[in-house]
């Protein structure tokens, strides 16, 4: 089946650093990536759609000039969390759409800003 | 704003025991609604509804759509351990963009 791979699975970094977070589509093309990011006993919250080739939609209230988003190919997108600070820290998963299955999602990146 | 409610939000039962998980959904250009198993880490895919009244089937577990009522639920039953979980239900658009609700967390003590 369709499968996201994503890295790194966790990450500590210090406050002011930048951190990257890679998601790819191992067996399929994926024009659009979804990212989300989740709060501790909370659901998914969508931060951006990032689509190949072309600039990230960004949902209300998420700052661009933060969360980074760039889709270089059909089977790579990235999110890069810039000067980070502690209340970044968070659980942050990408996801992509798979005809007929709906999403299928990485495997999530646990931040901790230090 | 696109708004998807789960409830309840939390549910203790034992093995053996038939759960139902319910989702209620406003989103503009639905279409389709997603239910998802999460565990330690991402979400796991378990269906994806698009037409009302037609029940879809895995195993022990079995959900519907009604559009109608903009409702959908999810039956698990014969409830055993490793289905102790977070349960997602996300309301998709045209344009494939998902709002999740705050999901359901099922215990299913031995």
């Known amino acids: 089946g369709a499968v996201v791979s994503q890295h790194p699975s966790r990450v500590i970094c210090k406050s002011g650093t930048s951190v990257k977070i890679e998601c790819r589509s191992l067996d399929f093309q994926a024009t659009t990536m979804f990212w989300y990011r989740q709060f501790p006993k909370k659901s998914l919250m969508l931060m951006a759609t990032s689509n190949e080739g072309s600039k990230a939609t960004y949902e209300q209230g998420v700052e661009k000039d933060k969360f980074l988003i760039n889709h270089a190919s059909l089977t790579l997108s990235t999110l890069t969390v810039t000067s980070a600070h502690p209340e970044d820290s968070s659980f942050y998963i990408c996801?992509?759409?798979?005809?007929?299955?709906?999403?299928?999602f990485g495997s999530g990146t646990r931040l901790t800003v230090v | 704003e696109d708004k998807v409610v789960q409830s309840p939000l939390s549910l203790v039962v034992h093995e053996g025991d038939t759960v139902t998980l319910n989702c209620s959904y406003e989103?503009?250009?639905?279409?389709?609604l997603l239910w998802y198993k999460q565990e330690k880490k991402a979400p796991t895919f378990l269906f994806m509804l698009t037409s009302s009244g037609i029940e879809k089937k895995s195993g022990r577990l079995s959900s519907i759509l009604d559009k109608k009522e903009l409702f959908s639920i999810l039956n698990i039953t014969a409830t055993q351990t490793g289905d102790s979980a977070i349960y997602l239900c996300a309301g998709d658009t045209n344009a494939g963009k998902s709002t999740f609700g705050d999901g359901t967390t099922l215990t299913v003590k031995p």
């Open positions: 989103v503009t250009n639905f279409r389709s």
């Open positions: 996801s992509a759409r798979v005809i007929s299955n709906g999403y299928t």
